[in-house]
């Protein structure tokens, strides 16, 4: 069953749970790609509403989706998708406790901000923003993230340190003009958001699980301590 995260509370809500209220038109004969081949399109508005008593906020986005010739949706891979821009809230950010770094959260928030907009630039704060967590985190202050990267190598799983690596790579194409100023190579957003999604994994793992984790141990050992006390009094 298909579930859905609310951006707002961060609620997980499982399908037919939120509500959907949709806006849409058809518009025929469109200039899209070329004159040679105009196409039908369904352009709308979708709004979600979440379920949570604590929050009811709403979710708006946009679509411009191309129609087959019969005016039927296009579903095959993103051939049919034109454009999909997130209207409210503005970027798809998760909301994190504020016990994460306030320097973090800043820069994973403009990175998420324009994704879509900027999807380089967007890398380049992804990148930053890796680099602030290995600092605070592993308490590695060296300011080549290549070398900081490679000083974490044990300590995180092998897949995981790929990834982590990979997020430098592309950042650095956002950092770094090319040796040949000819060469150019883009960063789209669905890219961008991938290097996002994995600063969504590690600010998880790093900050709020292992918070959770300590408040837990700490919880057992306040117990402990509280029984033996009244073992002494006995």
């Known amino acids: 069953m298909s579930s859905w995260t609310c951006p707002y509370c961060n609620q997980m809500s499982t399908k037919f749970s939120y509500t959907d ?81 306030s320097s973090i959260i800043d820069d994973y928030k403009e990175s998420c901000l324009i994704c879509e907009l900027s ?18 985190v592993w308490d590695v202050k060296n300011n080549n993230l290549s070398k900081a990267i490679e000083a974490i190598k044990d300590k995180v799983e092998d897949s995981m340190w790929k990834a982590i690596d990979s997020v430098r790579k592309v950042g650095n194409i956002g ?4 040796s040949d100023i000819n060469v150019i190579v883009d960063v789209e957003p669905k890219e961008a958001k991938m290097l996002i999604n994995l600063i969504e994994i590690l600010i998880q793992e790093w900050y709020v699980e292992r918070h959770e984790r300590d408040k837990r141990i700490a919880a057992i050992v306040d117990m402990s301590e509280q029984k033996q006390e009244l073992r002494k009094k006995k």
């Open 119 to 136: 999807p380089k630039s967007s890398a380049t704060l992804a990148r930053r923003c890796l680099q602030g967590m290995i600092r605070d």
């Open 175 to 178: 950092a770094h003009m090319e």
């Open 21 to 101: 209220y949709i806006i849409n038109s058809t518009i025929t004969n469109v200039n899209i790609r070329d004159l040679e081949h105009l196409d039908n399109v369904e352009i709308g508005l979708i709004t979600r509403h979440c379920p949570n008593p604590k929050c009811l906020k709403i979710t708006v986005g946009y679509y411009l989706d191309r129609l087959d010739f019969f005016g039927g949706r296009i579903d095959t891979g993103d051939q049919g998708v034109i454009d999909t821009i997130r209207l409210r809230p503005s970027s798809e950010m998760k909301v994190f406790p504020d016990y994460v770094p």
